[in-house]
């Protein structure tokens, strides 16, 4: 009789072909069967029925900021809350941690750090700014999963905005080396000097902090970015997208050929402007929320397939980050955390509130994230020889998220309080239990993954 190291029965795959009732096999982290009433037995079996299996979600944008600014987040924290939210990989962004990744040896110190404390698997981007063009060599044989650049401040000063020149020349080394480059998409032109502005007229709030990066800001460098990776054959993700017509600069793009991928995030698709005055600093982030017209274009443009991905941008800080500033709304910290919230974010809003296919929540979660980044068959699909990252989902489960929920290190999430529906029950990263009923369950064993 086949034996396995988990078996998971009576469950609803979601799978590329749909959903499908089946149990599911795992031996060796890997899925090895998934078909309706597998014989054999198992050294853990669970019963799923009344449940969904999803691919564990893939976090492709996220800060967590170790080393050197573990007081922000850490891997420990913010990979803990990521697997409560049914998340089994993360893409951690290079700046915030100090240093910031843009060398090998930065590079070694965060791939440590992780390995020591994360419970999720992860991906290293590395930082593409002025001067380090050199560097990218050494971090593409590191392994990393992609370069992003700024093209506004970034809020650090040890990771400057790119110059065109930067970009341009950035891009075409990323292309010859294979890898990704990610921008930032605003422009610091008219950003800085709208902020300046509003500054110094002492207009300090949270309406004047939205009108001084507009969305026009966002399209000037989404078209710049387009131009520079079409004359160089660069690969380009546009991360965290505000706008509908973001996203339509992007369509169009690629129906010229450009090879281009677009990213946006929950918050951009529950909250409006109105919310942000509600909330306040939890929901500052950078490009800032946008209006109700913009939101629905972005629903739209998810149903129709345009956005590839749906990312948190979780950028965490202490709370003393976030209180008042001399310079009112503009000096608070711009990010918003909400690792642990993504999924149940697309459930509630996606699936039941708007009838979005399953499918789709999915592939901009878990199978176009591999798919893009050089990941199929590894992960982000549950298929036999793909790793076992799983995430058991009660569709139906309502309930209100606490803050005492949460476990990122600050839980300062703007999402506290907001009525949900579908729950992740388990997180499962290579066949091996890393969450239950939203809580951790101790053990590390991250490990590095790398583009094919």
């Known amino acids: 009789m086949t034996h396995y190291d988990l078996l998971i029965r009576n469950g609803t795959a979601v799978t590329p072909a749909g959903p499908l009732a ?49 007081d922000w987040e850490g891997w420990a924290t913010g990979a803990a809350a990521l697997a409560a939210g049914g998340g089994t990989l993360a893409f951690e962004m290079p700046l915030n941690a100090s240093p910031p990744t843009l060398d090998g040896p930065s590079f070694d110190l ?67 080396l294979g890898r990704i480059v990610a921008v930032h998409a605003e422009s610091d032109a008219l950003t800085s000097a709208l902020t300046r502005r509003a500054v110094a007229a002492g207009r300090l709030g949270v309406r004047d902090y939205l009108a001084s990066r507009p969305v026009l800001a966002e399209l000037e460098a989404v078209q710049r970015a387009i131009l520079f990776a079409a004359e160089t054959g660069c690969r380009l993700h546009l991360v965290h997208l505000s ?11 690629r129906a010229r050929g450009v090879d281009v991928s677009c990213e946006t995030c929950p918050h951009y698709l529950v909250f409006t402007e109105e919310d942000v005055e509600r909330i306040g600093a939890a929901a500052k982030c950078a490009p800032p929320i946008r209006s109700g017209a913009e939101q629905a274009q972005l629903w739209a443009h998810l149903a129709a397939g345009a956005i590839d991905i749906v990312a948190s941008d979780h950028s965490p800080a202490p709370a003393s980050m976030k209180g008042p500033t001399p310079t009112g709304f503009f000096g608070i910290w711009g990010g918003i955390a909400g690792v642990q919230s993504t999924l149940a974010l697309l459930l509630s809003e996606g699936y039941h509130g708007r009838g979005l296919d399953l499918g789709r929540i999915v592939a901009v979660t878990a199978g176009r994230v591999a798919e893009r980044f050089g990941l199929a068959g590894r992960k982000g699909v549950l ?19 606490r803050r005492d929920d949460l476990r990122d290190r600050h839980r300062l999430s703007p999402y506290v309080g907001r009525s949900l529906r579908g729950r992740v029950v388990r997180t499962i990263r290579r066949g091996q239990t890393i ?13 590095l993954i790398t583009p094919l």
């Open 110 to 176: 965060k791939r440590q750090a992780a390995e020591a404390q994360s419970c999720v698997d992860f991906a290293l981007w590395g930082g593409l700014v002025p001067g380090d063009r050199d560097r990218l060599d050494e971090l593409a044989a590191r392994g990393v999963i992609g370069f992003k650049a700024f093209l506004s401040q970034s809020g650090t000063a040890d990771f400057p905005a790119a110059d065109d020149l930067t970009l341009v020349e950035g891009m075409a080394r990323a292309a010859r």
């Open 435 to 447: 969450a239950r009923e939203g809580e951790p369950v101790p053990g590390a064993g991250g490990r």
């Open 383 to 401: 298929l036999p020889g793909a790793d076992a990252d799983i995430a058991i989902v009660d569709l139906g489960a309502r309930w209100e998220l």
């Open 243 to 253: 706008s509908g017509r973001a996203v339509a600069l992007a369509v169009e793009a």
């Open 22 to 70: 089946a149990d599911l096999a795992v031996a060796d982290g890997q899925i090895v069967a998934l078909a309706p009433e597998l014989a054999g037995s198992a050294t853990e079996e669970l019963d799923a029925c009344g449940l969904h299996l999803l691919p564990g979600l893939i976090d492709a944008h996220v800060h967590f900021n170790e080393p050197g600014r573990a």
